[in-house]
T-cell receptor
Framework: LAKTTQPISMDSYEGQEVNITCSHN???????ITWYQQFPSQGPRFIIQ???TKVTNEVASLFIPADRKSSTLSLPRVSLSDTAVYYC?????????????FGAGTILRVKS | DTGVSQDPRHKITKRGQNVTFRCDPI?????LYWYRQTLGQGPEFLTY????????KSRLLSDRFSAERPKGSFSTLEIQRTEQGDSAMYLC??????????FGSGTRLTVV
């Protein structure tokens, strides 16, 4: 399973756009990139998933360059409630019995 | 209820006691996973069920740990002769082959 590298922590202010970059140099051809969000005392929550170029949903955007060795999660106009840990994972989502491999994640602190 | 439910939310036990946790998955999700999360770390895979069959166990799952999923519905995770190192958040997740897992809120175990 591809290993991922993310910043340990990031600080931002309300209303700003936040970009969290994840490196995954050994990503395999069939791997997808998935991001999860986790609040204290809760389980992780799926945010977004992509394979290449750009994916956008109501919560975030995911930018993936052509070489797919990195990806950037973009959170537009963050609020205090976006303070959480964000995990970047790579793997094959449809694979039979695909278990998720989490790193330590990025702690995002949003300040007022 | 459309989410994954875990019970209890918190459990404090004395070292050497046995504990059992329960996970009630989303009804149409046939895959169920147990993860363990310690402070400051991402969740770590423990074991996985496809319906009632336990198909994979992590090396983290020592002989003191046992998991069941009778009739492919709810699942239980039992820890025998608990040790202080077992203190962690135990997370249950389910999925059915689509994008993203659904995690429960977890059971926080404290062994004193």
């Amino acid at each position: 399973l591809a290993k991922t590298t993310q910043p340990i922590s990031m600080d931002s202010y309300e209303g700003q756009e936040v970009n969290i970059t994840c490196s995954h140099n050994n990503i395999a051809t069939n791997d997808y990139i998935t991001w999860y969000q986790q609040f204290p005392s809760q389980g992780p929550r799926f945010i977004i998933q992509g394979y290449k170029t750009k994916v956008t949903n109501e919560v975030a955007s995911l930018f993936i360059p052509a070489d797919r060795k990195s990806s950037t999660l973009s959170l537009p106009r963050v609020s205090l409630s976006d303070t959480a840990v964000y995990y970047c994972l790579v793997g094959v989502p449809m694979e039979y019995g695909n278990k998720l491999v989490f790193g330590a994640g990025t702690i995002l602190r949003v300040k007022s | 209820d459309t989410g994954v439910s875990q019970d209890p939310r918190h459990k404090i036990t004395k070292r050497g006691q046995n504990v059992t946790f329960r996970c009630d998955p989303i009804s149409e999700h046939n895959r169920l996973y147990w993860y363990r999360q310690t402070l400051g770390q991402g969740p770590e895979f423990l074991t996985y069920f496809q319906n009632e069959a336990q198909l994979e166990k992590s090396r983290l799952l020592s002989d003191r740990f046992s998991a069941e999923r009778p009739k492919g519905s709810f699942s239980t995770l039992e820890i025998q002769r608990t040790e202080q190192g077992d203190s962690a958040m135990y997370l249950c997740a389910t999925e059915t082959g689509g994008a993203g897992y659904t995690f429960g809120s977890g059971t926080r175990l404290t062994v004193v």
